[in-house]
């Protein structure tokens, strides 16, 4: 079957929605670093929007820092791919045509350092998962040690790391007497501009005092908040597709209707007219608590009870009314712990992501949202259980969900069959547990684990309880009858 491509754009089915912009004439505006699914269906849509517009700005150069996949897939299709947008009965397809290029940085690294460099460039946005800022968890310092890290230190030739390429790409720009481009994390990182700015700036101060400051004070690193749910693509989802359109598109992404980003107003150059789903505004960290405490923090739980329970995806964990009563319960929690916007109306908010983890057609795997959780709990979770204890108020809902993911790390479901832990301190926190026996010598050294655990939760006696309490019942009677416990049944 031929691909998606330039040539093929005009023999598609008459309901898929094409570009309806001229993709010679657009320049790129953008370069974007880590293009996974979520940059596809979020920020690559936001631009597509910008270049319908009529504002031709705004392509993007994109970049993989590790392999060839997306490349691979998309190259032969002229940079185009599906978006698919499945409301629970429906569903909508777009074609986005808004990404020109994707570098594989490790092949050619000058080359992505050019297209950052670039006189077009204006904007670059990340989405190199939790672990790619190469940033402590717990502390959000500069991970130490680091091999690729060590490496961009001694040289930014060809960089290792995203901030690497960051630091070298500003210095050209600096050299060629051109604007930094404004650098915007789009990671589910708490304060990811900030994160990233200090990432940068460390790192621009070991090489260049002088460019470090200039970084400081004319760059830009605005804090985000971003949320789509974005499923890993299957070759069941390719497959179907390709029946529909009668080409094969082997980038196509699926997503659901929601879409939001909340971008700081803190560009250092020109931006688009952002139009639906965009929101500029002074303060975002209160849309990002609420989001990572709220969705990220019950999607975690979801993820560790399910997988533990022999469940693959996100809705059919939902299926069960102790499941239900579980997120109801973490939801209750973790309210009492935000500061949430004026706009943002919680209970509605609360009820609009019950139904979006509902939704039968998007298929989330609970392991796809289990990997890295070393990276991800402290934002999720270990912050709101610290904010509730010093508030005096009770941790049930969440100290369950961190004992599941303790649990998760014995790499053993309910039935007794093996999962790989995706995580990049699976080793470590393999080798902390094996050498405990029971479980309480397991939750003494997870508190212990300081990477994750921030010392405000190692040394409470009553997360402890809660965790050995917890774990023990995970460990004796499997994660259905635990919830079911909780739910007092
Ligand atoms: P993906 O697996 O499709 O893509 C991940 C991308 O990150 C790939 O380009 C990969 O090469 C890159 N990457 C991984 N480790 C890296 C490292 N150590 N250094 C540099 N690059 C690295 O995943 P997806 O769905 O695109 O998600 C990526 C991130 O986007 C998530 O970790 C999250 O922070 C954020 N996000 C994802 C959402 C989703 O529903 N998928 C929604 C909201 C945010
Ligand atoms: C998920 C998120 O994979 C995960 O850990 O919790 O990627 C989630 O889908 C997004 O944050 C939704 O915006």
Redesign the pocket.
């Known amino acids: 079957m031929s691909r998606l491509s330039n040539a093929t754009l005009a023999a598609l089915p008459a309901d898929v929605a094409l570009p309806g912009y001229d993709r010679a004439a657009m320049t790129c505006g953008v370069v974007h670093?880590?293009?996974?699914?979520?940059?596809r269906a979020?920020q690559a849509v936001v631009f597509d929007d910008a270049l319908n517009a009529g504002d031709l700005r705004w392509g993007i150069v994109a970049a993989?820092?590790?392999?060839a996949g997306?490349r691979d897939q998309m190259a032969p299709q002229d940079g185009l791919y599906t978006m698919l947008v499945r409301d629970g009965s429906a569903e909508q397809a777009r074609v986005i045509g808004a990404v020109r290029d994707v570098i594989v940085a490790p092949q050619d690294p000058a080359g992505l350092l050019a297209a950052l460099a670039s006189v077009d460039t204006h904007i670059v946005t990340l989405?190199?998962?939790?672990?790619?800022y190469k940033l402590d968890p717990a502390t959000g310092a500069l991970i130490e040690g680091d091999p690729q890290l060590a490496a961009d230190i001694a040289s930014l030739t060809a960089p290792q790391?995203?901030p690497g390429y960051l630091v070298a790409a500003l210095a050209m720009r600096k050299a060629a007497g051109l604007p930094p481009f404004t650098a915007i994390s789009?990671?589910?990182?708490p304060h990811n501009g900030t994160r990233l700015r200090n990432a940068v700036l460390e790192l621009a101060r070991r090489h260049d005092v002088a460019l470090a400051d200039w970084i400081a004070t004319q760059g830009a690193f605005p804090e985000t908040m971003?949320?789509?749910?974005?499923?890993?693509t299957t070759a069941d989802d390719i497959a179907v597709l390709a029946e529909r359109l009668g080409v094969e598109d082997q980038a196509m992404v699926k997503t659901e209707p929601f879409i939001q980003w909340v971008i700081e107003d803190r560009f250092c150059g020109p931006r688009p007219e952002f139009g639906a789903g965009v929101q500029v505004t002074a303060a975002v960290a209160p849309w990002e608590e609420a989001k990572l405490r709220l969705l990220n923090g019950s999607h975690s739980g979801i993820a560790y009870l399910g997988g533990l329970a022999c469940i693959d995806h996100v809705h059919e964990v939902l299926v069960l009314p102790e499941a239900r009563f579980f997120v109801e319960a973490l939801w209750d929690e973790a309210q009492t712990t935000l500061s949430p916007p004026p706009e943002l109306d919680v209970a509605a908010y609360r009820r609009e992501l019950m139904a979006r983890f509902d939704n039968p057609t998007l298929k989330h795997r609970t392991r796809q949202i289990a990997m890295?959780g070393s990276q991800k709990l402290p934002q999720r979770l270990l912050a709101t259980i610290a904010a509730r204890l010093e508030a005096g108020q009770g941790i049930d809902a969440l100290s369950l969900a961190v004992a599941a993911w303790v649990r998760w790390q014995a790499g053993i479901d309910d039935a007794g069959v093996a999962h790989v832990v995706d995580d990049p301190l699976a080793a470590q926190l393999s080798a902390c547990l094996s050498a405990a026996a029971t479980t309480q010598d397991r939750v003494d050294a997870i508190l212990r684990f300081d990477a994750v655990v921030p010392p405000v939760l190692a040394s409470s006696d009553i997360f402890r309880a809660a965790l050995i309490r917890w774990l023990a019942q995970l460990e004796s009677g499997g994660a259905r009858k635990t919830l079911a416990a909780f739910r007092g049944e």
Not at 127 to 132: D, L, P, Y
Request: hydrophobic content about 40%; glycine content about 10%.
């Open positions: 670093l880590g293009i996974g699914a979520f940059h979020h993989s820092l590790r392999s997306v989405t190199i998962t939790e672990k790619g790391t995203a789009c990671d589910n990182l971003v949320d789509r749910i974005v499923p890993a890295d």
